[in-house]
C-alpha cells in the first residue's frame, strides 16, 4: 500500500489562496459545479474546462487537485485521477472534501486493481463517519469494496447497517439481520 497521510481534520491554507468560506471562492465552485451539471460535454471538454477553473486556485491548491482528479476519474481516466487524489489529500482538505477524496480515491485504486488499500482506506472512513456526514456514502463504497476483495456477506451487513436507519418499516429486523451476518462471517 502506498504511503498517503490523511488527517481528518487537516486542512490547509495559504494567505495565498482563495478562503473557502469566501463569496469569491463560492462563486468558483458554483462554476465547477456547473460543469458537472452539463451533460453536453464530452468527457475530455469536462475536462480540459475543469482544468481551467482548477488553475484559477494554483496547481496545489487541494480542491483544485481534487477537482482535477474527479474530472479524470469520471472520465475513466483512473490512472491519472489516483495521484491526484493522494496529492489533495496530503495538501489537506476540509472535512467534506476530504471524505469525498478518501471515497474517490479508494473507489479508483479498487478499480485499478488495488482492493487491499482501498478496503483499508474505506474502513477506516466508514469508522470516521459513523453517525455523521456522509457515513451512508463510505458504507456504499465500503460494500462495494468488500464485494470485490470476495466478501459478500460482509458487503451485505455493511449496506443493510447504512439503510436500516432509512426504513420506515422493519429498521430493527434489518438491523438484527445485519449484526446476525456480521457476527457469522467472523466465525
Known sequence: MDDIVIHPSSYLEEETMIDIDSAEFAAWQARVD???????????ERIERIDQLASELGDDHPVALFERAGARDSAGHEGDAEPLYRAALAAGLDPRRRTRAVIQLASTIRNLGKIDEALALLAAEH??????????????????????????????????SALAPHLEL????????????????SD
Open 127 to 160: 469508522d470516521l463517519t459513523r453517525g455523521g456526514d456522509l457515513h451512508d456514502e463510505a458504507s456504499a463504497f465500503y460494500a462495494l469494496a468488500l464485494a470485490s476483495a470476495g466478501q459478500p456477506t460482509d458487503a451485505l451487513a455493511v449496506a443493510l
Open 34 to 44: 456547473g460543469v458537472w451539471q452539463d451533460r453536453s460535454r464530452s468527457d475530455e
Open 170 to 185: 422493519y429498521r430493527r429486523s434489518v438491523t438484527g439481520y445485519a449484526t446476525e451476518l456480521r457476527e457469522g462471517s
